[in-house]
């Protein structure tokens, strides 16, 4: 892909930093410095964590959960993104956490980063669609006869993960398409529920943006269990948290990127910041629009539709319930894209059972085909799993979707702090285009380490409590396995003599999918 924006000049600076590094330009670079920002932007999705988890707030601490706590939580994702935005500048590969986290630690800590990494975004995948099957049900279900029971879920399940990889199968230029819409979508949707909102609400009552009240217990419908003034505010700014997450999709697609080394970090900080203002336009105006706070509360997680039906036409709140409802398949369009490239990454390091297939790019799509299909694949054998087994009376989905945002979140502190060790020394001695400088990268990986360990804390309080053990458990386990079998047998990427070794390997690859860029 060649444009007056982007010159053959351009293109062979960007596989030489990639030949750099000791890898073939397998994909396609055809990702604008817009579309890798919507793929970003695309996974966020503010319309579909923003509503679907939107009684976490409601129920928790009321109109301050957004007033106030969605403001809180959005920075403490901001603080990642900037920290991890210095890095991405400087080393613009696929896969980028487990990349980093190999360069600047070791092939241990490269290691541990991409099995969180990875666990990460295929549990977040499946809980993507499962959010976006809860929504139509509670959308278009009584219109439509469909019940909410295990098996509808399943079916639905199987029919939008297999067209989600199937569009991603077929090239990355209509998944660019698709995810640039899906940015384009996200704003006009934010816009659209802002303003329905507001001309449907009775009256502008902004003080309730900062009323607290303790909605835990009985009182929220038991979407949190009976907790303290201080600890309800703080389980409130999961919202946000959760919500505000997968923008290192920028990062994994950093090979589809044209300009990657100053696109990449550009689109990762931008998507936070813009997902933060306009979830913020329409959660705000979603409050001001409910009825009665406390009556909000009791309606748990069926807030978002009761107030719509409360206060909205049939023939609108279909329209806005469509437009959601597309946002919300094209969230998980993009997370298959960002999924995939974490195995493809992974796997041509040999990091995983089956690497060779799963590493293998196709000659005529020029996407990771096997790693597509085993990441949707694996997102929803997850579902299947975990919905049919519960824990202390708990659904195990529920628990292990919480230990996934601890584990993606984990995934990125890692690099950051062993970034932090690494500036200026030889594993890391060259910044790239995009530079904040020393003090600002130190000062934001110092907030991200203070961040993760506040989303740990919230992230393993009741009823996810048994989160705290599934974590140390992953940690004994990843230990057992990598000093036992992966120290003497993982080699982790190319560096030093090998990736010059590897130029002619490199040539070959690229000829082998066609690539003349060079």
């Not at 997902?275 to 913020?280: D, E, I, N, P, T």
């Not at 004994?476 to 990736?499: C, K, M, S, Y």
Request: glycine share 10%; with cysteine.
């Amino acid at each position: 892909m060649t444009t007056p924006d982007y010159t053959d000049v351009d293109k062979q600076e960007d596989i030489k930093v990639l030949h750099s590094m000791g890898y073939a330009q397998e994909l396609e670079r055809r990702l604008s410095r817009f579309s890798n920002f919507a793929v970003s932007f695309s996974i966020i999705c503010i319309l579909s964590g923003g509503i679907n988890s939107l009684a976490q707030a409601t129920s928790g601490a009321g109109g301050i959960g957004i007033g106030i706590g969605w403001l809180v939580g959005c920075f403490v994702s901001l603080t990642f993104a900037v920290a991890m935005s210095q890095i991405s500048s400087a080393y613009p590969t696929a896969g980028g956490l487990y990349h980093w986290g190999s360069i600047l630690g070791n092939r241990g800590t490269g290691w541990v980063t991409a099995w969180l990494n990875l666990l990460g975004l295929i549990t977040v995948l499946g809980a993507i669609n499962v959010g976006t099957w809860t929504f139509f049900v509670g959308a278009f279900g009584p219109t439509l006869g469909i019940e909410g029971t295990l098996t509808n879920q399943m079916i639905f399940l199987i029919i939008i993960t297999g067209a989600q990889a199937l569009i991603n199968h077929l090239g990355i230029k209509l998944t660019a398409k698709l995810t640039d819409f899906s940015g384009y979508l996200i704003f006009f949707g934010s816009i659209l529920i802002a303003a329905v909102c507001l001309l449907s609400a009775e009256t502008w009552d902004f003080s309730r943006l900062f009323t607290f009240h303790n909605y835990s217990g009985d009182a929220g419908n038991g979407v949190w269990p009976s907790v303290s003034n201080a600890w309800v505010f703080a389980l409130g700014l999961l919202l946000p948290i959760y919500t505000i997450t997968g923008y290192d999709a920028s990062a994994h697609t950093s090979e589809e990127t044209i300009k990657a080394a100053s696109s990449v970090p550009r689109a990762m900080v931008m998507s936070v910041i813009w997902s933060a203002l306009f979830g913020y336009l329409f959660l705000a105006a979603f409050i001001l629009m409910i009825p009665n706070m406390d009556d909000a509360a009791k309606q748990g997680w069926n807030v978002f539709f009761w107030a719509f039906d409360q206060r909205v036409g049939t023939g609108l709140k279909e329209f806005v319930y469509l437009v959601v409802f597309l946002a919300q398949l094209l969230c998980g369009l993009a997370t298959v894209t960002s999924a995939s490239r974490m195995i493809f990454a992974f796997s041509r390091d040999g990091g995983l059972p089956g690497s060779s297939a799963l590493s293998k790019v196709s000659p005529t799509y020029r996407t990771p085909v096997a790693a597509i299909w085993t990441a949707s694949i694996l997102s929803v054998l997850f579902v299947w799993g975990s919905t049919v087994v519960s824990v202390a009376g708990t659904s195990a989905y529920t628990i292990v979707v919480s230990c996934t945002v601890i584990f993606l979140f984990l995934s990125f502190t890692v690099p950051i702090v062993l970034g932090m060790a690494a500036w200026g020394t030889p594993k890391w001695d060259k910044m790239g285009p995009w530079n904040m400088g020393r003090g600002l990268f130190m000062l934001f990986s110092v907030l991200s380490l203070v961040s993760m360990i506040l989303i740990f804390v919230i992230g393993i309080q009741p009823p996810n409590d048994w989160a705290l053990y599934i974590t140390v458990g992953f940690f004994i386990l990843t230990a057992i396995v990598w000093f036992a079998f992966e120290r003497n047998r993982f080699q982790g990427p190319p560096l030093g003599d090998i990736i010059a070794a590897r130029q002619a390997a490199i040539k070959a690859a690229e000829q082998a999918v066609g690539e003349t860029g060079h």
